[in-house]
């Protein structure tokens, strides 16, 4: 993905930062990974529709959609974090088709196409075959208004970080679905979400495998509330017993 070797370069740099809310940050490396996408996608195919993080929603046939995530894990890259990824997702006919998440700074490109399975820099990946979640490794996110929501996360974390082997925090919920699409983590969930975070994780994941629901268990779609629960099919059912618990 050519827009990945827009971040990597401006990495060590300061930059830009703007603020969309308390938490929810936007550089200048955003904006710009934001138009080269956007204006290829443009480019090759004029009458698509498309949904950018910055952008928002920019008109186009309902047919053929793409979701765009220019930079997932902003606040990490404004801090120096090297953890973050450009993610890329396109829909057709209602069902997400192709999803490609790239790390520039590990040059891993996770990718998947539906019914032709996932790959990790072209070779197939499978997620992992972890059946206890008292084993299992996790991951999750949290939304960005977690000082005034009470639906913050926080309670279905201190729970599954007591029934694991333990909960981690990236900060981008594309890598942690490529993560867990990877085998690296076992599980996944998140809520508070927008479709271009997850769009091409969720394809990436199912593709390779895993389960992939909304957090109450219902299926997956991209329509609100965003919220999803990803794990290999053994711990699935596992983590959605404990999601159900209630906040």
């Known amino acids: 993905m050519r827009a990945g070797y827009i971040p990597r370069p401006g990495f060590d740099s300061q930059h830009q930062v703007e603020y969309k809310g308390a938490i929810d940050l936007v550089t200048e490396v955003d904006h710009r990974s934001e138009a080269f996408l956007v204006g290829e996608i443009r480019h090759r195919f004029p009458g698509?529709?498309?949904?950018?993080e910055e952008s928002g929603e920019l008109t186009g046939q309902d047919c053929c959609i793409w979701y765009v995530d220019p930079l997932d894990g902003t606040v990490n890259f404004a801090h120096g974090v090297p953890v973050f990824a450009v993610s890329l997702a396109y829909m057709e006919g209602g069902m997400l088709r192709l999803g490609a998440v790239y790390?520039?700074?590990?040059?891993?490109?996770?990718?998947?196409?539906?019914?032709?399975g996932a790959w990790l820099n072209g070779q197939p990946i499978l997620v992992s075959a972890a059946h206890l979640l008292a084993q299992s490794l996790l991951v999750t996110g949290f939304p960005y208004d977690i000082r005034t929501n009470p639906e913050n996360n926080l309670a279905h974390f201190s729970r599954l970080m007591l029934?694991?082997?333990?909960?981690?925090?990236?900060?981008?919920?594309?890598?942690?679905?490529?993560?867990?699409?990877?085998?690296?983590?076992?599980?996944?969930?998140?809520?508070?979400?927008?479709?271009?975070?997850?769009?091409?994780?969720?394809?990436?994941?199912?593709?390779?495998?895993?389960?992939?629901?909304?957090?109450?268990?219902?299926?997956?779609?991209?329509?609100?509330?965003?919220?999803?629960?990803?794990?290999?099919?053994?711990?699935?059912?596992?983590?959605?017993?404990?999601?159900?618990?209630?906040?």
Do not use: K
């Open 163 to 247: 029934l694991s082997q333990a909960v981690r925090r990236l900060g981008s919920a594309a890598l942690d679905l490529a993560y867990v699409a990877a085998g690296r983590f076992d599980g996944f969930w998140e809520l508070g979400l927008h479709p271009w975070d997850i769009a091409a994780g969720a394809l990436i994941a199912q593709e390779a495998g895993a389960l992939v629901t909304r957090m109450n268990g219902e299926p997956f779609v991209l329509s609100p509330p965003y919220t999803i629960l990803a794990a290999n099919p053994q711990l699935h059912p596992q983590i959605l017993q404990a999601l159900s618990q209630g906040n």
């Open 48 to 52: 698509h529709r498309i949904f950018a």
């Open 103 to 116: 790390d520039p700074m590990r040059d891993e490109c996770f990718s998947a196409e539906r019914e032709a």
